[in-house]
């Protein structure tokens, strides 16, 4: 779900509500086999026996189609194993037998969002507003799906919503300085990452994007300690490259060759990284008058490297043309 991390919520309250009912007598049917089988699969699910749990509560829904909780478990069930669609059908039904509850619209958007079906997602968040506009929860998920449509606008204000809603959620923050860094908003962006930061100061994926934030920000001392930062959480082949990145912007040279090199030792098919690596060394090569011919040779090498495994870079055709060239011009100077 792109920044956003699904979390599957627990619904036990709900659950041991009604098993405590249905044990206890609550209702007219507590004794009837759906719902015996409902109360049994339900502690089945509790203990840790899903599959026990979802042949029982499928039982229970046959015998009485209209039965509303178990759907909701099912969907829980169906939820935790990924399979989306099977889920997305157990919400579908539970709204037709109970339109009006808020966190079935707002499950039935989250299947719609793990299976890519974007509009279909936003609409079932906007209905899960609509009966239950304090859910800071959906307003975030809203605002995942709008990055998802390029609708950057609307995201911003889902997110800026859910951070009035909720202003001690990491989540909440992270999302929106993620929104505001696509709309080229990079000192409000900043402020965002920060205000999440200090919530979790844990996050990798919030460090490394505020490093990268840094970094467009001209600011590389501020985005290495940043970047190194998550590199301490998240040894990722991108954060690297990053941290590399920011070396080289802060006029480490010798440092940033050795964290490319390091991380193709580990990540031989990075093109990304050679593509940068080699820029780092023409560079360095261009600022030495052109005189060490060795430097020249590498990004050469890098670059038919990258070209072999990622061919449609014409930028790099072009680079690679260019400064083959120069090597001609120097021996024909000679």
Same mark, same amino acid.
């Given at each position: 779900?792109?920044?956003?991390?699904? !979390?599957?919520?627990? %619904?036990?309250?709900?659950?041991? @509500?009604?098993?405590? %009912?249905?044990?206890?007598? %609550?209702? &007219?049917?507590? *004794?009837?086999? *759906?719902?015996?089988?409902? @109360? $049994?699969? @339900?502690?089945?699910? !509790? &203990?840790?026996?899903? =599959?026990? &749990? #979802? !042949?029982?509560?499928?039982?229970?829904?046959?015998r009485d189609p209209s039965l509303i909780t178990p759907r909701a478990v099912l969907g829980e069930i169906y939820r935790d194993r990924r399979q989306y669609e099977k889920a997305a059908t157990q919400y579908e039904q539970l709204i037709r037998l109970d339109p009006y509850g808020a966190e079935q619209h707002y499950w039935l958007g989250v299947c719609y969002h793990l299976m890519g079906r974007w509009q279909e997602a936003a609409a079932g968040y906007l209905r899960s507003l609509r009966l239950n506009p304090e859910n800071a929860r959906a307003c975030i998920s809203l605002g995942a799906v709008y990055l998802s449509l390029d609708q950057t606008d609307k995201a911003? #204000? *889902?997110? $800026? $919503?859910?951070?009035?809603?909720?202003?001690?959620?990491?989540?909440a923050h992270g999302n929106l300085a993620v929104a505001l860094d696509l709309a080229g908003e990079f000192p409000l962006a900043e402020r965002s990452y920060r205000a999440s930061l200090e919530i979790d100061s844990t996050q990798p994926l919030v460090l490394r994007a505020f490093g990268y934030n840094l970094m467009r920000q001209g600011k590389p001392n501020q985005a290495l300690a940043v970047l190194q930062q998550a590199l301490a959480n998240d040894d990722s082949a991108i954060t690297r490259k990053r941290y590399a990145d920011a070396l080289a912007a802060c006029g480490r040279y010798d440092e940033a060759r050795e964290a490319y090199e390091a991380l193709l030792q580990r990540h031989p098919r990075y093109s990304a990284a050679m593509n940068a690596l080699a820029d780092l060394l023409i560079s360095r090569y261009r600022a030495g008058f #052109?005189? =060490? #011919?060795?430097?020249? $040779? =590498?990004?050469?090498? /890098? /670059?038919?490297?990258?070209?072999?495994?990622? +061919?449609?870079? +014409? +930028?790099?055709?072009?680079?690679l043309e260019q400064w083959n060239l120069s090597a001609t011009n120097i021996k024909g100077s000679r």
């Amino acid at each position: 779900m792109g920044f956003l991390v699904a !979390r599957s919520l627990n %619904c036990f309250n709900l659950i041991l @509500v009604a098993a405590i %009912c249905a044990v206890t007598g %609550c209702g &007219a049917r507590s *004794s009837s086999p *759906s719902s015996q089988a409902y @109360v $049994r699969g @339900v502690q089945l699910y !509790r &203990a840790g026996n899903p =599959d026990g &749990a #979802e !042949r029982l509560l499928l039982s229970a829904i046959e015998r009485d189609p209209s039965l509303i909780t178990p759907r909701a478990v099912l969907g829980e069930i169906y939820r935790d194993r990924r399979q989306y669609e099977k889920a997305a059908t157990q919400y579908e039904q539970l709204i037709r037998l109970d339109p009006y509850g808020a966190e079935q619209h707002y499950w039935l958007g989250v299947c719609y969002h793990l299976m890519g079906r974007w509009q279909e997602a936003a609409a079932g968040y906007l209905r899960s507003l609509r009966l239950n506009p304090e859910n800071a929860r959906a307003c975030i998920s809203l605002g995942a799906v709008y990055l998802s449509l390029d609708q950057t606008d609307k995201a911003i #204000e *889902s997110l $800026r $919503r859910a951070t009035q809603l909720d202003p001690l959620s990491a989540e909440a923050h992270g999302n929106l300085a993620v929104a505001l860094d696509l709309a080229g908003e990079f000192p409000l962006a900043e402020r965002s990452y920060r205000a999440s930061l200090e919530i979790d100061s844990t996050q990798p994926l919030v460090l490394r994007a505020f490093g990268y934030n840094l970094m467009r920000q001209g600011k590389p001392n501020q985005a290495l300690a940043v970047l190194q930062q998550a590199l301490a959480n998240d040894d990722s082949a991108i954060t690297r490259k990053r941290y590399a990145d920011a070396l080289a912007a802060c006029g480490r040279y010798d440092e940033a060759r050795e964290a490319y090199e390091a991380l193709l030792q580990r990540h031989p098919r990075y093109s990304a990284a050679m593509n940068a690596l080699a820029d780092l060394l023409i560079s360095r090569y261009r600022a030495g008058f #052109e005189l =060490d #011919e060795s430097l020249r $040779r =590498d990004a050469l090498g /890098w /670059w038919r490297k990258s070209l072999e495994i990622s +061919p449609n870079q +014409p +930028p790099l055709r072009t680079a690679l043309e260019q400064w083959n060239l120069s090597a001609t011009n120097i021996k024909g100077s000679r």
